[in-house]
């Protein structure tokens, strides 16, 4: 029973390890790659030794294997580069399918929140405080080059990523933790005003790391979850209150236009791209260039490197745009099999939070929320950015997917603590 136990809080660690592995030694694509390797292995011997346990039969993770048996067919196509996705893709379909226990989830999200917390303090010191961080990055920050990237990233461009390596990870990051403390919040009444101050901490540090879209979507989802869990039972002061908003915002149109023109264009007077409309472009030629089957999964990479879009050749540029270069790499059966892959994830993720929003298992309830906010938010943040293709934003999305597989209702499982009543006293 020990060594059953010890080997699942491995595995664990090590994919709680890829998903915060973009710093120092572990900032570099092949030090990825062997972790998801490691972490395969682990799952291997595991399984042998009966030591890990895999969910038997569920609609998302069938669909998310015919994704990867077909990728494998594909990654011909792009040998030996489609090997690095192959690997990290059969990592997050392992990390999916393993059965987890209600405490070592609550484990998990406990350590997301403690560190995005930790980023938090970080980006802060690093914004308001450089003459205590740089001296301490400088240290931190294992490769010359980082720290060149970290000092004029923060000192020019005023875009400040604390503790990573990039903004765009810990931009990622801090969204979960919002999530995290946010759900906590509205769910239960305990810590509720603290919950409610780290929110702000880690959203307005999602502001200090300059990444628009990420600011963007997670104000959206916040507000779409309160107010379709808010305003199911229409009373006079909800009805007031949306009335006041409405009119607030009516009064402050042009403000608020402003505001989001310049979160949008960084200051200028049109959407400011950052060269995304050429990514776009560039993948849309090699899926024209091979429209049934693609370019091969991992791929785009060379195609953009020798297009000379820009003079550096790059290890990682991606599409900025997930479903773009999926669609140029993977082609139209590609593409197709990882929407409907997409599409199960999502709408399985609808109906676990509605389940558990009618039981009495406010933790559950708590961990279910905060997996589809997430869910979506890739799934939104795909659209500008590559989560599907970062190794540690892709294990990431198969460790809440693998959440929402294993809470179930049905569970013998009981927190003798009604969700209803408890919001009704607030």
């Known amino acids: 029973m020990v060594l059953k136990f010890s080997f699942n809080r491995f595995v664990k660690l090590l994919t709680i390890l890829l998903t915060i592995s973009y710093v120092g030694i572990l900032a570099g694509y092949k030090a990825c790659t062997l972790l998801a390797l490691f972490l395969i292995l682990s799952f291997i011997i595991g399984i042998i030794l009966k030591h890990i346990k895999s969910v038997s039969k569920n609609r998302t993770?069938?669909?998310?294997?015919?994704?990867?048996?077909?990728?494998?067919?594909?990654?011909?196509?792009?040998?030996?580069?489609?090997?690095?996705?192959?690997?990290?893709?059969?990592?997050?379909?392992?990390?999916?399918?393993?059965?987890?226990?209600?405490?070592?989830?609550?484990?998990?999200?406990?350590?997301?929140?403690?560190?995005?917390?930790?980023l938090s303090i970080s980006i802060y010191i690093q914004a308001f405080l450089p003459n205590l961080f740089y001296p301490f990055a400088e240290r931190w920050f294992y490769y010359s080059s980082q720290f060149e990237l970290i000092y004029n990233m923060g000192i020019v461009n005023h875009q400040y990523s604390g503790i990573f390596y990039e903004v765009s990870q810990a931009s990622?990051?801090?969204?979960?933790?919002?999530?995290?403390?946010?759900?906590?919040?509205?769910?239960?009444?305990?810590k509720r005003v603290w919950n409610y101050a780290f929110f702000l901490i880690m959203y307005f540090a999602i502001v200090l790391t300059g990444k628009r879209?990420?600011?963007?979507?997670?104000?959206?989802?916040?507000?779409?979850?309160?107010?379709?869990?808010?305003?199911?039972?229409?009373?006079?002061?909800?009805?007031?209150?949306v009335?006041?908003?409405?009119?607030?915002?009516?009064?402050?149109?042009?403000?608020?236009?402003?505001?989001?023109?310049?979160?949008?264009?960084?200051?200028?007077?049109?959407?400011?791209?950052?060269?995304?409309?050429k990514f776009w472009q560039l993948?849309?030629?090699?899926?024209n260039h091979s429209p049934i089957f693609g370019t091969g999964i991992n791929s785009y990479d060379v195609y953009f490197n020798n297009a000379g879009i820009r003079s550096i050749k790059y290890d990682f540029a991606?599409?900025?745009?997930?479903?773009?270069?999926m669609l140029a790499e993977t082609g139209t059966i590609g593409i197709v099999l990882f929407m409907l892959a997409l599409f199960s994830t999502m709408k399985l993720s609808i109906m676990r939070?509605?389940?558990?929003?009618?039981?009495?298992?406010?933790?559950?309830?708590?961990?279910?929320?905060?997996?589809?906010?997430?869910?979506?938010?890739?799934?939104?943040?795909?659209?500008?950015?590559?989560?599907?293709?970062?190794?540690?934003?892709?294990?990431?999305?198969?460790?809440?997917i693998g959440f929402l597989i294993n809470l179930r209702p049905d569970d013998e499982y009981s927190e003798g603590k009604n969700i209803v009543s408890d919001r009704m006293e607030t």
């Not at 009618?358 to 279910?368: D, E, S």
């Open 243 to 277: 009335l006041l908003v409405v009119m607030v915002v009516l009064l402050q149109i042009d403000n608020i236009m402003i505001i989001i023109n310049m979160l949008l264009t960084k200051g200028h007077e049109s959407i400011y791209l950052s060269g995304r409309e």
């Open 318 to 325: 991606g599409a900025h745009n997930s479903y773009l270069q």
């Open 353 to 400: 939070a509605l389940e558990f929003t009618r039981t009495t298992a406010v933790n559950k309830t708590i961990y279910c929320n905060v997996a589809m906010l997430e869910i979506f938010f890739i799934a939104a943040y795909s659209l500008s950015e590559n989560p599907i293709y970062m190794p540690q934003q892709l294990i990431t999305l198969f460790l809440f």
């Open 172 to 190: 990622f990051i801090l969204s979960i933790g919002c999530f995290i403390c946010f759900i906590e919040g509205y769910f239960k009444r305990e």
């Open 61 to 118: 993770i069938f669909l998310w294997k015919c994704f990867f048996v077909y990728l494998c067919f594909n990654g011909i196509l792009s040998f030996p580069r489609s090997v690095f996705y192959l690997v990290l893709l059969g990592a997050g379909i392992l990390i999916m399918s393993r059965k987890t226990t209600c405490p070592e989830i609550k484990s998990i999200v406990s350590f997301f929140k403690i560190f995005a917390i930790i």
């Open 283 to 287: 993948a849309i030629d090699l899926f």
């Open 213 to 241: 879209s990420t600011t963007l979507i997670v104000a959206f989802l916040i507000l779409l979850f309160w107010s379709i869990n808010n305003l199911r039972k229409i009373t006079l002061w909800k009805i007031l209150g």
